[in-house]
């Protein structure tokens, strides 16, 4: 019997070794995700060119601000003429991508909403950024490029 109780104390002692392991590792894991986000999180940029065939409108900005809410990190911004949210990942090494927005659905000129459509489907496909002071380049898995001026942080 007393070899059973031994056995079984020495298999909690493992569980709640291995338990305070992953615990650490999810710490030192979420940490660095934080600090990868922690370059984005809080700023607001501008769309000043992209690489689609679609013409950028010259009468409406279009928007892009990181933020997060605790542990959920969301993006949002102004399309031209709707505004948009939705949940982002920043991983390591430049990784983000681009959860499906909602949007508010206002009505405007053709050309402003066919930019619209454009740049929120074009968020969809990034799978990289890169930042470089007050310059942010999002690269699509098409290799598209929407390159952002800094409006504030």
Known sequence: MRSGRGSMAWLAVVAGALAAALLAGLLWFNRSLASDRDDLTGTTWQLVAWTLDTALPTTAQLTLTFDDQGDEPYYSGSSGINNFRGRVWVGSKGDVEFGPAISTL????????????????????????????????????????????????
């Open 106 to 153: 206002m009505g405007g000129p053709d050309s402003v909403l066919r930019a619209e459509s454009t740049y929120l489907r074009s968020l969809l496909t990034v799978v990289s950024y890169q930042r470089s002071g007050d310059r942010l380049t999002l690269t699509g898995s098409d290799a598209t490029e929407l390159d952002f001026q800094l409006m504030s942080s």
